[in-house]
């Protein structure tokens, strides 16, 4: 392999890797929208109530509805979560993830709690004729003090102003992060309206490197596919619309996620999505009001689901409609390629751990060694092809001197060749690039796999996170040194190659020094696996290489060209 093709190589490693992490994405398109104005009060309407909704709790709202009792904050609780569910607004406040610890430097150590103070998820605005009320002002009162998600009673809320009636319904799934929403309004408009629906300002921070987190700060959207904004890209003053039809509308951070789900046709779906930064004194922007519109007919019956949790694969999946594509595992013009191998390194990596009651450590080095070992015959023969083309270079090197002034002639006579010796200029090239989307994929795994999170190692105390004392990128950069140094055994001095050898360890490296302890780890136990393999090839080569060249100068002396050219 000549040193433009390992040059290649590394190029498309910093490509493919480098822009995730430095490069910002420009400014998405926006298209303002206009402000929300309240107009004259609401046409009355046949009182309704939403399934599971006592007629007489909507009645008792609208009655005690001007002395209702001070906001406070109803505790919803399972296994898995305590939600929060404050009686100003019906708005979901807080969350604290059981199963999730907090990295953050402020809430080291406990429950990882993924909503802000400020938290506006799920309160509403409802729009009916020429009138806006923004229900989550207005107090509600809870059918309960406190709600345990496993005996499974819901929590109702209702809420009056003026004619407008308004009861909502909370369902709590005990064992995973769902929430079901169903509600009922009287009072409006006989056209029926449009009920806005909180999302934001962001997600708290639960990481240690709190750059990073705001780095995956996003709103994503999905119509036919999944559109990501990030909040970086948004500009104060400039709000984003995204139209609808959507499945639903997603908030994100690094490992966790809020989102609204409305693609069942009965509950109608969500028209349209607008994002607008806040202003901030930050380099990016890492606050936005987000609202989605979702249909209320005039029957007044609407429903959605929540969804509040971390972002784990399988049961985003379960959720339907591509809910998963939240989590990205890619990047743009890399992912219909890198998405599959991440999804299937993922899966494997995760049972391993499941399954065979392996450390996260130790799955990454039977990896290492797996991929190698199904690699094998590949490289093998990739190797001996490379031996070949090097047996042949003198007849190269003696064509190219002869018909370098005739192109069309040298590159048939070197076709020749190719064809007479059955040589593949690119056979021991190839099987070099087929380990690559595994190392993209992992890169991406570690970025974005919460599974991952928290996991340590021997002195690795996170495996998603750089090694804090830089041993891991040493020993891979060590490793690569020596696969390099044991494949030149056997091989005519070359300074270029030889150049390459303490060059591109060096770099890899430097490169390699903030990236993920188990990419680091993975690629360190990839090479010393390959080095037995490399080494048993360069005894083959030292056996045949000049045994080799000779046989080749005498079944085929170099073609001389006619009289008169070149």
Known sequence: ????????????????????????????????????????????????????????????????????????????????????????????????????????????????????????????????????????????????????????????????????????????????????????????????????????????????????????????????????????????????????????????????????????????????????????????????????????????????TAYVGPMEYDRLGRLGRGFDDVNPYGWPGFRTIIRPVAVGVRWLLVWMHEHLYLAYGLVLVFFGIMVRVLLWPLNQKAMRANMQLQAVQPLMKDIQERYKNDPQKLQQEMFKLYKEYNVNPLGGCWPMLLPMPVLFALFFVFQNTIELRGASFLWLPDLSRPDPLYVIPVIMGLSMYGLSKVGQIGMEPNPQMKMMLYVMPVMMTFLFLNFASGLNLYYAVSNLASIPQQWLLARERVKRGGAGVAQVKTVRPPPRPTKGKA
Request: proline share 10%; net charge positive.
């Open 1 to 304: 392999m000549d040193r433009r093709t390992i040059w290649a190589i590394l190029l498309m490693m910093v490509i493919a890797i480098v822009p995730a992490i430095f490069i910002k994405r420009p400014p998405p398109a926006t298209t303002p929208t206009p402000r929300d104005t309240v107009g004259a009060p609401v046409a009355s309407g046949p009182a309704r109530t939403a399934p599971g909704v006592a007629p007489a709790d909507t009645a008792r709202a609208a009655q005690t509805a001007p002395a209702a009792p001070a906001a406070h904050t109803v505790p919803v609780t399972s296994p898995l979560y305590t939600y929060g569910v404050s009686t100003q607004g019906a708005r979901l406040v807080s969350a604290r993830l059981a199963r999730y610890r907090s990295m953050a430097p402020e809430d080291s150590g406990r429950n990882a709690q993924i909503l802000p103070k400020d938290s506006r998820l799920l309160g509403l605005t409802l729009i009916t004729g020429r009138d806006t009320v923004p229900l989550e002002s207005l107090a509600f009162t809870a059918s309960a003090d406190s709600i345990d998600a496993g005996q499974g009673a819901p929590l109702r809320l209702t809420t009056a102003r003026g004619p407008l009636q308004v009861a909502l319904e909370y369902r709590f799934a005990p064992d995973d992060y769902r929430v079901e929403v169903r509600g009922h309004v009287t009072g409006m408009d006989p056209n029926g309206g449009t009920l806005l629906v909180g999302m934001g300002p962001t997600l708290a921070n639960t990481e240690a490197n709190l750059v990073e987190n705001h780095r995956a700060l996003a709103v994503v959207t999905r119509r036919n596919d999944a559109e990501r904004t990030d909040l970086g890209g948004l500009t104060p003053g400039e709000p984003k619309t995204v139209s609808g039809p959507l499945d639903w509308v997603a908030f994100k951070s690094k490992y966790f996620v809020t989102g609204v789900l409305a693609y069942d046709s009965t509950g109608g779906r969500i028209s349209g999505a607008t994002m607008a930064a806040r202003p901030t004194t930050e380099k990016r922007p890492t606050e936005a009001d987000v609202r989605l519109a979702l249909p209320v007919p005039a029957s007044g019956d609407f429903g959605y």
